[in-house]
């Protein structure tokens, strides 16, 4: 969390916002995010509802939830479906920012082609 934080001026750069799910109740979530003053969405998912729609596993032998990310392009399709195999199985902000300016390029090049 704290990489997102320290990052996230380079992912509204890269027109893209970041949206974070937690375990937590609704009033934990709240108290937590405020407390330490979170500037991108954060949503409680309790009782694991978009956590199953997105097939993240949750072990009890790691004591929740592994790591997942989505990147969700403006259409509203998934592009990327990371799931994690363990806690420490997460993807750097680097490695997803290179990414998003893939499928950003990605997307311009195919606006262009449309029209030629």
Do not use: C
Request: hydrophobic share 40%.
């Amino acid at each position: 969390m704290e990489q997102l934080l320290q990052d996230y001026q380079k992912y509204m750069e890269s027109n893209a916002e970041v949206i974070v799910i937690g375990p937590e109740s609704p009033e934990e979530f709240a108290k937590w995010w405020h407390e330490h003053k979170m500037p991108f969405v954060g949503i409680p998912d309790p009782n694991h509802s978009i956590a199953k729609l997105y097939n993240q596993e949750i072990r009890a032998f790691y004591s929740g939830r592994l790591p997942a990310m989505v990147i969700i392009d403006k259409d509203f399709k998934i592009r990327v479906l990371y799931l994690s195999g363990s806690p420490s199985d997460i993807p750097s902000d680097d490695e997803v920012l290179n990414l998003i300016a893939k499928l950003n390029q990605e997307a311009a090049s195919s606006l262009t082609n449309e029209f030629e």
